[in-house]
């Protein structure tokens, strides 16, 4: 399905700025996020994450502001047209606490998007997982981005399209290299970068390093219901 994140239009103290494309039969947005990627992924195939946090609901081809951007000088927000797009500006201490545990602003924010569709009349599942660098993050010419997490065991083959249940991660520009390792010593881990493209196996214990531009990156283990666990370090590419 087209526009399963959104774009991350600018990062910076007190504001994420998101933009979506129309799409016909979505009413509105539900935006969701945590600070860590395996409760943004959630409680199923053996992650044991708590699950998405519900921040804010926006119409389509709306503009909606948090009550910190509204009130922020001009200077820093521009009210742009929104024809064909919903636009989204928010500052994540505005929906931040310390009981539904999402980031604060100089955190990362692992951000997930649902649609509410005319022909359901409910909101789809949740889209894949967009890593939101903290601000400041591309001021440096290589900035690396670190993560850890637990791949879902959905019986993943090597050679073969990871099935429904695999962790999708988007990042918000393009990945030149990228570093994974397999944290498990008795199971492999199977990656994609394309939720569309056979899976490759790396080892356990194992890392390999990878170059070439994409901005998406599918985990799963080939066990049933038990998670395997991976870090990695991705060094996007600073098109400023």
Do not use: W
């Not at 087209?2 to 009413?27: F, H, K």
């Not at 951000?111 to 022909?119: I, P, T």
């Not at 670190?146 to 990945?175: D, E, N, R, Y």
């Amino acid at each position: 399905m087209a526009n399963e994140v959104p774009s991350v239009i600018s990062r910076s103290p007190g504001l994420i700025d998101l933009a979506i494309p129309v799409e016909p039969g979505v009413q509105r947005y539900r935006i969701q996020g945590h600070r860590t990627l395996d409760d943004a992924y959630g409680p199923t195939y053996g992650v044991g994450g708590l699950g998405p946090i519900d921040i804010l609901d926006a119409e389509a081809q709306s503009f909606f502001r948090s009550p910190s951007v509204r009130n922020m000088r001009p200077a820093r927000v521009v009210e742009e047209s929104y024809r064909n797009q919903t636009r989204i500006q928010f500052d994540i201490m505005d929906y931040q606490s310390v009981a539904n545990l999402l980031p604060n602003d100089k955190q990362a924010l692992f951000l997930r998007m649902q649609k509410f569709h005319v022909a359901t009349g409910a909101y789809l599942a949740s889209g894949p997982i967009l890593l939101v660098q903290p601000p400041g993050f591309f001021n440096t010419r290589f900035p690396s981005f670190t993560c850890a997490g637990s791949a879902p065991g959905v019986k993943a083959v090597a050679g073969s399209v990871l099935p429904i249940g695999a962790m999708h991660l988007m990042f918000t520009a393009s990945v030149g290299e990228i570093t994974i390792e397999n944290l498990n010593p008795a199971t492999s881990l199977m990656v994609s970068f394309n939720k569309d493209m056979v899976a490759m196996e790396i080892a356990g214990m194992f890392s390999i390093t990878h170059k070439g531009g994409f901005n998406e990156i599918l985990f799963a283990s080939p066990l049933d219901g038990v998670a395997t666990s991976f870090s990695f370090v991705a060094h996007l590419t600073n098109a400023g």
